[in-house]
C-alpha cells in the first residue's frame, strides 16, 4: 500500500515503520556511547581505573566509528540499508550484553582487582561502536530512497536526532539509577532498548529500496548510483564538501567533545554529575525542537546555507554565553539557559548540514557524503578531548573547596567479597583556556561558512527539471488529445 504522486512515484507507507525504527536504533546506541559520561566518579570506582580510562568509554567510539567508518560507507552502498541496519543493530545488543557481563562477579574479580571487569566492559562498549556508523550515514540514505522531496529533510532530521536522544537519556537516567541500583542494573537496562530496536529494524527493513522511487532524483537504479570509487573520487574533488566537511566537523566535533568532558568540566565549580545530566538532557530535548522547526523550514524552502548560517551563528553567541557562565560558582539558572539555547541552535545542524553533503555532491551515493561527514565529526571530536587535556590546569585554591569532582565511596563487598577499595585520586581541572580554544575555532567555522562556503544544490534542480519536464509532457499530451 502506498500513496500515489506521479505515475512515475510512489511514496510507501511502510516508510513511517522504517523512520521508527532507525530512530530506535540511533537513540540506543547514544545510551551507549554515553552510558558511563555521566558518572564518571562511580564508573571510576566500580572498576578500579582513573578517571582517564574512563574517558575511554566514549574515545573508543570516534576512534572504532573513524576506522570503521570506509568500510561502513561501501557496505551500506553496496549492500543496500537493510544489510548495513542488520549488522549495526545486532552489534549495539551484543555490546550491550558484554557490558552487562562485565558486572557480573567473576569476570569483576578475576584477577587485578576490578581490572578485568573494565576490559570486558571496554570489548563491548568497542562492539557498540562498531555499530554506529553503519547507524549515522543512514539516514539521508532512507531519506532520500523511502521520502518524498518535502519529507527527506524531516526523515534526515528525526532520524540522525536519536543519537543525541540517547545521549539525554542516559545524561538522565545513568545517575539516578547508579545512586539507587548500582551500576549492573543500569547496563541491563540499556541492554532492553538494543533488543528492542534490533527485533523493529528486522521487521521494518524487508527490502533496501521501493520498487518505484518517491521522487525523479531518487537513486533507486544501480544504473543512476555512481560507483562507490568514482563516486568517492568525485566528493573528493568537491571543493565545496571540503569547506563543509571543515565547517560540520568542527561544530559537531566541538558538541560531542563537550557533552564528553562536560561533567568533568562543571564539576570543577560545584555542580554534580546529576545537576550536569539533567541540563544535557534538557539541551537535547530543547535542540530536538529546534531541529523538527528547522527540518519543516528546509522542506518547503530549501535555503541549506542560509539556515546553516543563522543557526551555527546564533549557536557560536550561546557557546560564548556559556563558556562565561560555566567558570563561575552559584550561576546553576545561566548556566542552564546557555545550554538550553545552545542546543536548540546547535542541533539543528544535523539536517542542515546532512542534506548540504546530498545537494552538493549529488548524484554520488548518500552513504559516501554522510559517511564522510560523520568521520570529519569523529576526527575533530578527537583532536578536541586530546586538546582538552593537554590545555586543562589545576583548579584555584578558592575554588576547590567548593569542587565536586571526588570520588564518592562505593561499597563493593558484595561483589568483590572484599572491604578495600582502591580508590584512585583525581584532581579538578579548570578547563578555562580549553573553553576559549574552543570559542575561537567554532568562530572560524561561521566566518568561513559566512564568507568561503558557496554551495549549489544539484538534487534540488534536478527534480525542479524533471518536474518541468513532465509537466510539459503533460501538456504535450493534453494539448494532442485536443487536437
Not at 550484553?97 to 578485568?116: G, K
Not at 545521549?167 to 532498548?193: C, Q
Not at 568533568?264 to 530536538?288: A, E, K
Request: charged share 10%.
Amino acid at each position: 500500500m502506498g500513496e500515489r504522486g506521479e505515475s512515475s512515484t510512489h511514496l510507501y507507507k511502510r516508510r513511517w515503520l522504517m523512520l521508527l525504527a532507525l530512530f530506535l536504533v540511533n537513540v540506543s546506541n547514544g545510551m551507549m556511547w554515553l552510558s558511563y559520561a555521566p558518572i564518571p566518579n562511580y564508573t571510576a570506582t566500580f572498576y578500579g581505573v582513573s578517571e582517564n580510562d574512563v574517558d575511554w568509554f566514549s574515545l573508543v567510539f570516534f576512534i572504532t566509528s573513524l576506522l570503521m567508518g570506509l568500510a561502513a560507507i561501501v557496505i551500506l552502498d553496496t549492500c543496500g540499508l537493510t544489510t548495513s541496519l542488520y549488522l549495526g543493530a545486532s552489534c549495539n545488543l551484543i555490546g550491550a550484553v558484554i557490558r552487562w557481563i562485565s558486572t557480573i562477579p567473576p569476570v569483576l574479580c578475576s584477577h587485578d582487582y576490578q581490572r578485568s571487569g573494565y576490559m570486558v566492559a571496554m570489548i563491548g562498549q568497542t562492539i557498540t561502536a562498531f555499530a554506529q556508523p553503519f547507524l549515522l550515514f543512514a539516514p539521508t540514505k532512507l531519506a532520500s530512497f523511502w521520502f518524498g522531496p518535502k519529507e527527506r529533510a524531516f526523515c534526515t532530521s528525526i532520524t540522525s536526532i536519536g543519537n543525541p536522544v540517547g545521549i539525554a537519556i542516559a545524561y538522565l537516567l545513568s545517575p539516578h539509577i547508579v545512586e539507587s541500583n548500582g551500576l549492573p542494573t543500569l547496563l541491563w537496562i540499556y541492554a532492553i532498548p538494543a533488543a528492542v530496536a534490533l527485533l523493529l529494524t528486522i521487521i521494518a527493513f524487508r527490502k533496501s529500496k521501493p520498487d518505484t522511487p518517491p521522487a525523479p532524483s531518487a537513486n533507486v537504479e544501480d544504473d543512476s548510483v555512481l560507483g562507490f570509487l568514482h563516486g568517492l573520487r568525485q566528493i573528493l574533488g568537491n571543493c565545496s564538501f571540503w569547506g563543509l566537511m571543515l565547517v560540520w566537523g568542527i561544530a559537531a566535533g566541538l558538541f560531542n567533545a563537550m557533552i564528553t568532558i562536560l561533567p568533568q568540566m562543571l564539576c570543577s565549580y560545584g555542580y554534580s554529575d546529576t545537576d550536569t545530566g539533567l541540563w544535557v538532557t534538557i539541551m537535547i530535548f530543547s535542540g530536538v525542537a529546534g531541529t523538527i522547526i528547522v527540518s519543516i523550514v528546509l522542506g518547503y524552502t530549501k535555503k541549506y546555507k542560509e539556515v546553516g548560517v543563522i543557526t551555527l551563528g546564533l549557536s557560536v553567541l550561546c557557546f560564548i554565553w556559556f563558556s562565561q557562565v560555566s567558570r563561575l560558582y552559584d550561576q546553576s539558572v545561566n548556566v542552564l539557559l546557555s545550554l538550553c539555547v545552545f542546543g536548540f541552535f546547535a542541533l539543528p545542524l544535523v539536517p542542515v548540514c546532512m542534506e548540504l553533503g546530498v545537494e552538493i555532491t549529488y548524484p554520488v551515493g548518500e552513504a559516501i557524503s554522510s559517511g564522510l561527514l560523520w568521520s570529519s565529526v569523529q576526527v575533530f571530536a578527537v583532536i578536541f578531548i586530546a586538546l582538552s587535556t593537554a590545555y586543562e590546569s589545576p583548579l584555584s585554591q578558592d575554588l576547590i573547596s567548593v569542587s565536586k569532582c571526588s570520588h564518592d565511596p562505593v561499597q563493593h563487598a558484595s561483589y568483590c567479597n572484599t572491604s578495600i577499595i582502591d580508590i584512585i585520586e583525581y584532581t579538578p581541572q579548570d578547563m578555562t583556556n580549553v573553553v576559549y580554544l574552543y570559542m575561537a575555532l567554532i568562530v572560524m567555522a561561521f566566518l568561513y561558512m559566512v564568507v568561503l562556503f558557496k554551495p549549489s544544490y544539484k538534487r534540488v534542480e534536478s527534480d525542479k527539471k524533471e518536474e518541468v519536464r513532465i509537466k510539459q509532457g503533460l501538456l504535450s499530451s493534453a494539448s494532442k488529445a485536443h487536437l
